[in-house]
């Protein structure tokens, strides 16, 4: 039987891992389908496709974009992307200087609590030009400011914290947009996460393809409520570790082996989609 993670990162974004370690995780944990979903970026799937291949594992390319609804944060897994789309690479770049400003802004407002921290320092650690809180955490463990990274979280980086500074969203019908235009399928990431069942249908009138029923920190009471909520609307199902490798203490990557039934499933939704498209 094939098995499939959709949801994982690497050093590209927010994850430890680079793109052939992960590659390598994923095939000692009996994997045969993986889906890269670095944070606003692709850049890291050539490099994860070719180390893919080279171990005989299937790729599918994807992002994961921070959008908004009615005021909440939804997080949009971009499946089956064509990483060359210049349309989503424009915005991609745009949602990336975001990121880096919102780095700059934590560094100063860490400076203005007393804590000498630098912009510049988390950029070199990060080593990708999607960062984000958990760089600055691993820069704040790193010289000696906190002991570990959910200090810095709960000392400094959760919401309320004084470091804390809001991250830009696009609006999530025009990222769904965006991810049909580059040719994939849009699925909401971990809805049990950010409790947001009521935006649900907005989001399916807004053209979402699927949701992420099953998730590392999903309950089986999360999984049956979603798959009875996607059977019921027609979206496909999907899920994943969420593997951010060594940054969230052991690796996920294993946690969740998906039957490749769901990945048929996808790619029967991507296909009526563009017969749509063609018609």
Not at 64 to 71: A, H, K, L, Y
Not at 80 to 106: K, P
Request: aromatic content about 6%; hydrophobic content about 40%.
């Amino acid at each position: 039987m094939k098995f499939a993670d959709l949801h994982m990162h690497t050093n590209f974004s927010d994850g430890t891992f680079t793109p052939e370690e992960l590659a390598e995780r994923a095939r000692d944990a009996g994997l045969h389908t993986l889906a890269l979903t670095d944070h606003d970026t692709v850049e890291g799937c050539e490099r994860m496709g070719a180390a893919c291949r080279q171990l005989g594992i299937e790729l599918i390319n994807a992002s994961e974009v921070t959008s908004e609804i009615d005021g909440h944060e939804i997080h949009l897994l971009g499946y089956f992307l064509d990483i060359h789309n210049s349309r989503l690479l424009e915005n991609l770049r745009r949602f990336q200087a975001v990121r880096q400003n919102r780095i700059r802004e934590m560094a100063a407002a860490l400076q203005r609590a007393g804590i000498p921290l630098a912009a510049e320092t988390v950029f070199e650690l990060a080593g990708c030009k999607a960062p984000g809180r958990p760089h600055v955490a691993r820069a704040l463990v790193m010289e000696g400011h906190v002991k570990s990274l959910g200090a810095a979280f709960d000392k400094y980086l959760k919401q309320g914290r004084v470091a804390w500074v809001p991250k830009f969203r696009i609006g999530a019908p025009e990222a769904i947009e965006l991810i049909h235009h580059a040719g994939g399928l849009a699925v909401m990431a971990h809805p049990g996460l950010n409790k947001t069942d009521k935006v649900i249908p907005m989001m399916i009138e807004a053209g979402l393809d699927g949701i992420e029923c099953i998730h590392s920190r999903h309950s089986y009471n999360d999984i049956e409520r979603y798959e009875t909520l996607a059977e019921r609307h027609g979206l496909v199902v999907t899920g994943g570790s969420d593997c951010h490798g060594l940054n969230r203490g052991k690796p996920l990557i294993g946690s969740i082996k998906l039957p490749y039934s769901y990945v048929d499933r996808m790619k029967e939704r991507l296909a009526e989609r563009r017969e749509r498209v063609a018609a």
